[in-house]
């Protein structure tokens, strides 16, 4: 069984002009422990398609099994819980809390779980050391470049130790250089076992992953996986 | 990290619109409370005169002046021509059907004399019968004899003067051998002598002012008294008191209407502010959702937030509104209370006191648990929102 299988996805947005056909009869399965990449042209679906897979955005028609939970047959509060539970996401940009602190931000997750405060500031602190933040921890997100805030939006996704990582353009506001760190840091983390899905519209991104899929008009078009990388990591 | 954490720490990092919402609380309770708490202390004032007074019927001479010019509920000042009771009223006091009634009769003249600088008004009492009727008095000195004379607490600090000095009055030396206790009423302005002496400084002879009596059945009491003394008024307290009341329920009302008109206005301001705030906030609590934050997560940190405003906000309001009557409470009596007729007040007014401080607690638990209910309906919307939000929706621009 694979840790995601999407089948026969559809999504139709209703709004003012008219119906928007998101998605058309998209199907596809991700392995535990891969590093995804869905590549496309502006207005393809990939947001679309990142949404549903990340449990936040029913589709019209179609099935979604995540670890063999079908999540869409959850209310919206259990589904709430099983984002928790599984899921980690770092948008492209805007996705901190802009008065809480770095710190405070990764704890986020933490603040509906279980863990005493001390645990909580311990982990959340581990994290960032892990993402190279360690000493701007008291930040707020807007005294931290853009590539920082990045690192603390992917040490709040990891924070929970979640199986999954969905990651929607993660380096789109970002220079090349803090672009190519961040997918290394995505790369360190995936060799650890997490599962990372990342909507990128830059070819060049496609070095880190292990495999691509391509999206058109809602439709997958192909996938495309790289051996080397996936040799490299066993 | 708490939930109640997340609330604090937006409240503390987005200052202005904090300040800007506990000052409309502060102000909207504050003055509601000012206003209550000046209506709730007339109101004490009134009802601790009334149950100090002693007597419970006032005779006094037919002179329009007069009607309320002693015992607490008077302007020094207006008695300066008043008419006379003949001496012989008090003997007809005994001809009353039922003269074991009658528990204490306690008559005065009141008049005025020049000082050096300015006037005082004279009070001859009969010291012993005085005292009976008033129990709560308490002269600091000795009482006097001769012509001496007790001065109220108000002229003793207003010309710094006490026992042991004297008092030019109408050219004579009057020596001061006690200082009466504050009362809070008009007492606190005048110059007490035995009546003798006030009669000889006033020129009023054989008379009296007045004459308070205290009696079992003071209605029909009254109406005895007054076929006996037809040529005085005589007037149960209970009637002297209504106009008083009247007054004062009269402010209590205004104070009343313009607290909830502020409230009004100020669950408003607060309803448009908060639910800017919310619309500001659809990215967070598409974030807070996206990370598994439950409903009753994003609600129960939208009511710390407006719940921590609305308790600092109430209680900071209600401070600020007992505190206020203190300092701006002589400037509100003469201004508002003396134009509206309120004859309590004017006493005080007149002696230039600031108002008592009082803590009334209910006030303080209404003003807090008002601004709660306050905040709350504010944030009905703005949560109401939070929970209809499609976190999908909310991060699409993200
Ligand atoms: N919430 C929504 N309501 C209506 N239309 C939407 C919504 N989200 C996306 N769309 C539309 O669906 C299509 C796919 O959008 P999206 O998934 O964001 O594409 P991509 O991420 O590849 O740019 C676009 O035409 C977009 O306008
Ligand atoms: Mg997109």
Request: charged share 20%; hydrophobic share 45%.
């Amino acid at each position: 069984m694979s840790l995601i299988e999407i089948n026969d996805v559809h999504k139709v947005y209703k709004g003012g002009e008219g119906e928007v056909h998101a998605l058309r009869g998209v199907s596809l399965k991700v392995e535990e422990g891969e590093f995804l990449a869905m590549m496309g042209p502006s207005g393809s679906g990939k947001s679309t398609l990142l949404s549903v897979m990340g449990a936040l955005n029913p589709p019209t028609s179609g099935s979604m099994l995540i670890d063999g939970i079908d999540v869409y047959a959850l209310d919206s509060e259990r589904r709430a819980d099983f984002r928790h539970e599984y899921i980690g996401f770092v948008f492209q940009q805007f996705q901190l809390v802009p008065y809480l602190t770095a710190l405070e931000n990764v704890m986020l997750p933490l603040a509906i779980s279980r863990y005493p405060d001390k645990e909580q500031r311990e982990m959340a602190k581990n994290v960032l050391e892990k993402v190279g933040l360690g000493e701007k921890c008291l930040r707020l997100p807007n005294q931290l470049s853009g590539g920082e805030q990045n690192r603390v939006a992917i040490a709040r996704a990891i924070v929970n130790q979640p199986p999954i990582v969905f990651a929607d353009e993660p380096t789109g506001s970002l220079d090349t250089q803090t672009g190519q760190d961040i997918l290394t840091l995505f790369q360190a983390l995936n060799r650890e076992g997490l599962t990372i899905i990342m909507v990128t519209h830059n070819k060049e991104n496609l070095d880190w992953v292990q495999r691509a899929v391509f999206i058109r008009d809602g439709s997958l078009e192909k996938s495309e996986s790289y051996g080397p990388r996936m040799a490299q990591e066993g | 990290m708490k939930l109640q954490n997340i609330a604090l720490s937006n409240l503390r990092r987005r200052k202005g619109r904090t300040m800007f919402l506990l000052l409309t609380f502060l102000v909207v309770v504050g003055t509601s409370v000012t206003l209550n708490a000046i209506s709730l202390g007339l109101k004490q004032d009134l009802d601790a005169k009334l149950s100090s007074l002693g007597a419970n019927i006032v005779i006094s001479a037919k002179s329009e002046h007069l009607a309320l010019s002693y015992g607490g509920l008077s302007v020094p000042g207006v008695t300066y021509d008043v008419q006379k009771l003949s001496a012989s009223a008090l003997d007809k006091l005994k001809q009353v059907s039922r003269p074991e009634d009658i528990t204490a009769i306690a008559p005065a003249v009141i008049g005025a004399a020049s000082g050096d600088k300015r006037k005082y008004v004279l009070a001859g009492v009969d010291f012993p019968a005085e005292l009976k009727m008033k129990t709560w008095w308490k002269v600091d000195g000795s009482l006097p004899q001769g012509d001496e004379a007790v001065i109220g607490s108000g002229l003793a600090v207003r010309d710094k003067i006490g026992p042991g000095d004297s008092l030019r009055l109408n050219g004579k030396s009057v020596k001061i051998s006690g200082v009466l206790e504050q009362t809070g009423g008009s007492e606190d302005m005048v110059v007490f002598s035995p009546i003798e002496l006030v009669r000889r400084l006033t020129g009023l002879k054989d008379s009296f002012t007045l004459i308070e009596v205290n009696a079992k059945d003071p209605e029909n009491m009254a109406a005895e008294l007054a076929k006996l003394l037809p040529g005085a008024k005589v007037t149960p307290v209970t009637q002297l008191v209504e106009g008083a009341t009247e007054s004062v329920n009269r402010f209590t009302r205004f104070a009343l209407m313009v607290s909830i008109l502020l409230a009004v206005v100020g669950t408003m301001v607060v309803v448009v502010t908060l639910s800017g705030n919310v619309n500001d906030r659809t990215r967070e609590l598409g974030i807070f959702r996206a990370i598994g934050f439950r409903q009753r997560h994003i609600l129960s940190i939208l009511f710390t937030e407006v719940l921590l405003i609305s308790v600092t906000g109430g209680l900071g309001g209600y401070l600020l509104g007992i505190t206020a009557p203190v300092v701006f409470g002589p400037l509100l009596a003469q201004s508002t209370v003396v134009q509206s007729g309120l004859a309590a007040a004017q006493g005080r007014a007149a002696a230039g006191q600031a108002m008592g401080f009082a803590w009334y607690p209910w006030l303080g638990l209404g003003s807090v648990l008002t601004a709660c209910i306050v905040g709350l309906l504010a944030i009905t919307y703005p949560a109401w929102r939070a929970v209809k939000l499609d976190p999908a929706e909310a991060l699409r621009f993200i």
